[in-house]
């Protein structure tokens, strides 16, 4: 119950400070707007916009974690605000500090949904939302499993599948790759078809793709 309330606090808290940022975005206040993030992101988070840029999600992934075993919330609020840095930053045509923030969006989201998908899965969409701003650039094999894996939470399992198959042009078919896409295509056999047609990608389709890559796999 106490994590519950937590978690229900810390929601009311990004919901609201979303909305002041969005009116702060409307009335062309970046700057205010930024210190929002950044009083939000020290108290739920720990952590200031200074130390974001200037370390690693890897070193920050330590800082947030310090002395704790249990983090998805924190994670959830990095993620969630990192978003809004993104946004804030995009407003002002700064391409590579966009990148870096939603990049960085969706360490968050990921970790807090692989550290407890039932926290998680509340902002899997806003997860999703920023992988979609993302797709445009290149990132790391490790970075298009997580974005494959926050569209498969996410039920957007079109966009699941697409970043698959990116992922296997940019590897050329590697094996370990093909491997990974059957698990994918086995784990939404066992979906409701309903929902797989809500993810755009109905089990006929599923059932192809698993034969389509067996005869990679083969090759």
Known sequence: MIKNDYMKEV???????TEEVDMDIINGNLEEAKERVNKCLKSLVGIDIGTVDVFSFNTLEGLISKDMHYNAEKFIAFGCL??????????????????QYYSKSIEGFYNAYMED???GI?????????????SKYEFSIEM???????YEAANRLDKAEDTLYYMLRKTNNDGSIILEGIKFYNRLK???????????????EV???????????GN
């Not at 509340?122 to 993302?134: C, P, S, T």
């Not at 059932?207 to 796999?217: A, H, M, N, P």
């Open 122 to 134: 509340k902002f899997i969409n806003d997860a999703a939302l920023v992988a979609d701003e993302l």
């Open 207 to 217: 059932e192809d793709g698993i034969l389509e890559l067996e005869k990679r796999l």
């Open 190 to 204: 066992q979906m409701d078809h309903d929902k797989l047609k809500e993810g755009n990608l109905p089990f006929e």
């Open 117 to 119: 998908d039932e926290v």
């Open 82 to 99: 990192m978003k809004l840095q993104g946004d804030l930053v995009s407003k002002e045509n700064n391409e590579t500090s966009k990148i």
């Open 11 to 17: 929601e009311n808290t990004l919901k609201l400070v």
């Open 144 to 150: 298009d499993r997580k974005v494959l894996k926050i």
